[in-house]
């Protein structure tokens, strides 16, 4: 790598200093706003209103987008924004998984507004180089890379012409670039996308942290909803931060006495009880493989199935073989959750860097699913090539999962073919196909740029183009509002399909994820249980974004009593913690009531904000039947013995001597009608009208009447 | 390797280590800021000091831990960032931490303790 050659074609397009402070109860009080298309860089005041209304994160993230853009925005006009944001208690380091970044955006795949959470340690250095968000705006005329310096109060946008575009190799000039020593790597933080991002929707962000025992890069993904794809649009190649310094205290939090006693007990909670439980230190997520497969809900060949007799292949033992294992593979410090996990030499075996030995991150369960069993490929070599290569690439590894699968339904039916697909034989399974998509997608060639458009644009074209049928097309194509299903099988429980249809981006499962709860515990019998989950569940969600904390520490580790609390579901200790540690930092006393208030403010108003973007209402919740019940014969004889007994005992069916054609349609018709009276009881818990649309008195109720809040909702009523 | 090796049996719970360690260590009479704990269970005394064992180096997220050539585990306080895994996660529950301080702290066998201990319970082992 030539870093001299580099870094002497950087031209420096706008430069900005400042005096670097101290944070306020983890609060800087101010934002960052980058203009590319005007070389502008600004302080902006974070005020009171913001703070009490949106808490930080996300919250601030949409507060910003939601004032740069109008209902005309589309997600590759200059005004779109990305903004990036950690949320007031994000930084932290005693309590597990405070590291997190929340991400807005307006979508390319679905026209609204998105939110992605991410680890790595981008958020928290940007904090402590005094900024509480970061705004991204406009388009460079020429690839520019944004450098923060958070020591010295510097702020630069260079043009930036040699470095690559693939984020293994860009992220790794950047360090050379900006590191004053090799000690200094670990200083420093990139987000970042790959080549693919200029040719697909559903691009994605890295967010680098310097993994100091491995002397590596490491990237965390912002995954969701074609960020990365809109930071390419921007010419934006990356976003430097650096900062030296990190100590324990640097949100000077109002109570450092409880922030430490809370994080020390939750350590020992770990310490005690990951062993026994989930195993993340040693597993990561993977251990949900063979929990997933043992209860029918792992994605198989798009959804159809939801377990595999080789789903053992791709399950915890065989990641473990695979993994360099560390005892401090936390995505920030503190996180002794431990979860990153990573895989050492791996030499790759395909595409531009084939023969080249990698670092690289470990498949996450989502990755393994996506890539893996819902293509109906169970080779973990395959999966850990297909990560790498989608991370590089800047591709989301859920989208590209379930792209390819129903890509793979549509190949297997006869809807598209070899002349279509340019010669790629996709059937499940195919893994060189897969691979070779994947490869076309980063050169912008072939069916990887179909591909690339996502389920949604896909079925509009096969309709299109190729006459294929939109009702099967729609059964089968597992998106929501544009976005592709993230990878659970939601068939046999109707709170999460539900949780995937409701949730305001499209279909991810960190909005809710209900199905033990209702399936197997069957702790939701009513449609009111339903709705009452339906509404607390995705509300406490959306706070651990406001704030800037990780989803897995809050269940995926539980006190040793929780399972005799009165609400186990909710982990009652841990929410304590929460609220804990949120006032710890912020000198406020919140309690749990107004922590799923604090919620419901920013969750109202990205609702409105969807309205606002022409989306929102209740057409947009329609989800399509394969996550509700079998849509093909082959599909409902693999359950038959169920799916019988269920038109038995539900309906009163008498199902000998009926053809599976007949059955399949009175379980539809039941299904369906289920999955809308789950819609009318969820928005009426939620206070909002039955299309969909918040009530004025909600949003007096939660202060969340702003006055162009209440003109959006006054005029869609 | 070097460290600090106790017996119990020994001790009578005067809590003059404790003293001496902080006094040493923060220059004030606080058995709370001591990198040693005596406590009493049915007449008993129960000793808690770092045995050297180095479990938490590999645990540290800042690599601000680690090993110095007599064998004694030391924390590296311009690298620590103040997680307190460490304090968590020692299986002799031996890392200590006090608020008034945002790194955590620990026995470095420097025998000061020892030389005070009026019953022979504490010693430096080479
Ligand atoms: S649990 Fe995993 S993803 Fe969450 S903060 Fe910890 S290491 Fe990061």
Known sequence: MNVEKIKAAHKLLAEFKYTPGKLDKGYANKSLYINVSENKIEAKPVTEMMKEKFTGGRGFGLWYLWNAVTPETKWNDPENEIIISPGPVGGITQYPGAGKSLVVSLSPLTGSVMDSNVGGHFGPLLKFSGWDALELQGKAEKDVVIFIDGNAGIIRIEEAPEEALDSHLLVEQLYEIYADTPEDKRNISVVSTGAAAEHILYGMLNFSLYDTRRKAVRLKQAGRGGIGTVLRDKKVKAIVVKFKGVKGNLNNPADFAALAKTGIKMHKEIHAGDDKQCQMRVRGTTYLVKIMNDYDLLPVCNFKYGSHPDGNKIAAPKWIENFNIGKADGCWYGCTLSCSKVICDYELKTGPYKGQKVVTDAPEYETIAGVGSNCGIFDPQFIIEANFYCDTYGVDTISFGTTTAFLMECYENGIINRQITGGLDLRFGNQDAAMELLHQMARGEGFGRIAGLGVRKCKELFVREYGAGAAFLNDIGMEVKGLEYAEYVSKESLVQQGGFGMANKGPQHDEAWLIFMDMVNNQLPTFENKAEALHYFPMFRTWLGLVGLCKLPWNDIVPENNAQTDEPAKIPEHVQNYVDIFNAVTGKNIDKKEMILQSERVYNFQKVFNIKMGFGTREHDKIPYRSVGPVTVEEYESRQDRYDSQLKELLGMETEGKSTEEKLKALREYREAQYEKLVDAVYERRGWTPNGIPKLETLQKLGIDLPEVVEVVQKSL | ?126
């Open chain 2, 1 to 126: 390797m070097k460290k600090l090796v106790t017996k119990e049996d020994s001790c009578t719970a005067c809590g003059t280590c404790e003293l001496v360690c902080s006094k040493t260590y923060f220059k004030e009479e606080n058995r709370e800021k001591a990198c040693i704990r005596i406590e009493t269970a049915n007449g008993k005394s129960k000793i808690t000091t770092c045995t050297q064992c180095g479990e938490c180096i590999d645990l540290c997220p800042a690599e601000a831990i680690y090993r110095d050539k007599n064998g004694v585990v030391r924390i590296k306080k311009n690298l620590c960032a103040g997680c307190f895994a460490c304090v968590g996660f020692c299986p002799e529950a031996a890392m200590f931490h006090h608020s008034d301080y945002i790194e955590p702290y620990k026995c470095i066998a420097c025998g000061l303790c020892a030389k005070e201990c009026p019953s022979g319970a504490i010693s430096i082992e080479e």
